[in-house]
């Protein structure tokens, strides 16, 4: 069973330039997530999808962020404009409805804003 | 505000001893926990979880303890080999917020041969 795919592995911007993410889930995994990992920190969750929908959105900062999953399969995240405390890991995960919290994760897009 | 708390950034034991991870959390909505085990350059992974409803829960050389009174829970690795050496993550949910997941900061695990 292929896993969570993420692109691009790595990006390296200036402040005030823009960036995208690309998640693809497992295969048949409804709910879809987008977690912030700081450096030192826990993973933050930014936002939550089941199938097209939004479910939770609340931390993730709107004047910047956005987020969007056609079709209920792939998923993007945008920053425009990325700030130096943007920095950070983007980790997608995703599961099945109703699932208890086991998420799987992909491995990530590491972005250093300079 | 953080509600899951893992107070020691690191541990460090020796193989085939046992290697304790704690973390404590505020919420009292809780009612489902997980440990995730993370290696540098990846995704966590899922390693053990227990609901509310139980104190134990033991998947081979990994077993999760729950106290609710103390709001407290812990992971234990025995033995511990070079392998489980990663970070691993505390996390909790409560079943009314679509299981979002609120995690600790990690603690690094490293197992000496």
């Known amino acids: 069973e292929a896993g969570v795919a993420q692109s691009p592995r790595y990006k390296i911007i200036e402040k005030r330039q823009s960036v995208a993410f690309w998640c693809n889930p497992i295969?048949?995994?409804?709910?879809l997530y987008w977690y912030q990992q700081i450096l030192g920190q826990g993973p933050k969750l930014l936002i939550q999808?089941?199938?097209?929908?939004?479910?939770?959105d609340s931390q993730l900062p709107k004047d910047r962020f956005s987020a969007e999953r056609l079709k209920g399969v792939d998923s993007t995240l945008k920053i425009q404009p990325a700030k130096l405390e943007d920095s950070a890991v983007y980790l997608c995960a995703s599961s099945f409805i109703g699932g208890t919290g086991e998420l799987f994760f992909g491995e990530g897009s590491r972005l250093t804003v300079l | 505000d953080q509600q899951v708390k893992q107070n020691s950034p690191s541990l460090s034991v020796q193989e085939g001893r046992i290697s304790i991870l704690n973390c404590d959390y505020t919420?009292?909505?809780?009612?489902?926990f997980l440990w995730y085990k993370k290696y540098p350059a990846e995704g966590p992974t899922f390693l053990i979880s227990i609901s509310s409803i139980k104190d134990k829960n033991e998947d081979g050389r990994f077993t999760v303890f729950l106290n609710k009174s103390a709001k407290h829970l812990s992971l234990h690795i025995v033995p511990s080999q070079p392998g489980d050496s990663a970070v691993y993550f505390c996390a909790a949910s409560d079943g009314g917020s679509n299981y979002k997941l609120t995690f600790g900061k990690g603690t690094l695990l490293t197992v000496n041969p």
């Open positions: 295969s048949g995994h409804a709910t």
């Open positions: 999808f089941q199938n097209n929908g939004v479910v939770d």
């Open positions: 919420n009292s909505m809780f009612d489902y």
